[in-house]
């Protein structure tokens, strides 16, 4: 059974780099599929950040382009998402996913629990 | 603003059928998959592409497209199915990921 585990600070000072990590069990990322991390402000819907192939090849939602990295280690069978420059608006749930990604249709097949994140001095 | 336009409620009564629809240009091009929502849970994917299931779904759960409109049918709603859902696929130029507003779904 393929599972994730969301891990990093619960609170994040303005201005500072928010750091997460997402530990995958039951699959090995090197054998395929994008990993993507999404976030859901408290009360609001679902926004894509960005994915990353086991390759390293990434893609990032335009909005946050200029702020976000998203990284693998495939060593430690994990991968992670930095976003810089933080405001109270990042303050949200964050989610790690396996992102099916074909030609015709992008899906996320297995989420982590999600890690509540504020940004508050 | 998403490229993906949900009706954010709808309601059905027990044991009916509703179906819940996600619009956009990008569909005419691409197949939505569709996610269950509960309070406090992560979300679970219900429909994937065309119309599959991922194993464990009930089969109450069924998707179609036309269009730019992309369904999420659950026939014979019952009362767990009460729950946010939502759409997601690509964008129109077909290189990201969006997902549509979400629609709360209430079962009377």
């Known amino acids: 059974q393929v599972q994730l585990q969301e891990s990093g600070p619960g609170l994040v000072k303005p201005s500072e780099t928010l750091s997460l990590t997402c530990a995958v069990s039951?699959?090995?990322?090197?054998?395929?599929?994008?990993w993507g991390w999404i976030r859901q402000p408290p009360g609001k819907g679902l926004e894509w950040i960005g994915s990353i192939y086991h390759s390293g090849s990434t893609y990032y939602n335009p909005s946050l382009k200029s702020r976000v990295t998203i990284s693998v280690d495939t060593s430690k069978n994990q991968f992670s998402l930095k976003l810089s420059s933080v405001t109270a608006a990042d303050t949200a749930v964050y989610y790690c996913?396996?992102?099916?990604?074909?030609?015709?249709?992008?899906?996320?097949?297995?989420w982590g629990q999600g890690t509540l994140v504020t940004v508050s001095s | 603003s998403s490229e993906l336009t949900q009706d954010p409620a709808v309601s059905v009564a027990l044991g009916q059928t509703v179906r819940i629809t996600c619009q956009g240009d990008?569909?005419?091009?691409?197949?939505a998959s569709w996610y269950q929502q509960k309070p406090g849970q992560a979300p679970v994917l219900v429909i994937y592409g065309k119309n599959n299931r991922p194993s464990g779904i009930p089969d109450r759960f069924s998707g179609s497209s036309s269009g730019n409109t992309a369904s999420l049918t659950i026939t014979g709603a019952q009362a767990e199915d009460e729950a946010d859902y939502y759409c997601?696929?690509?964008?129109?130029?077909?290189?990201?990921?969006?997902f549509g507003g979400g629609t709360k779904l209430t079962v009377l």
């Open positions: 039951g699959y090995s990322i090197s054998s395929g599929y994008y």
């Open positions: 997601n696929s690509r964008d129109s130029s077909g290189n990201l990921v969006v």
């Open positions: 990008s569909l005419r091009s691409y197949y």
């Open positions: 996913a396996r992102q099916e990604d074909t030609a015709m249709v992008v899906g996320l097949d297995y």
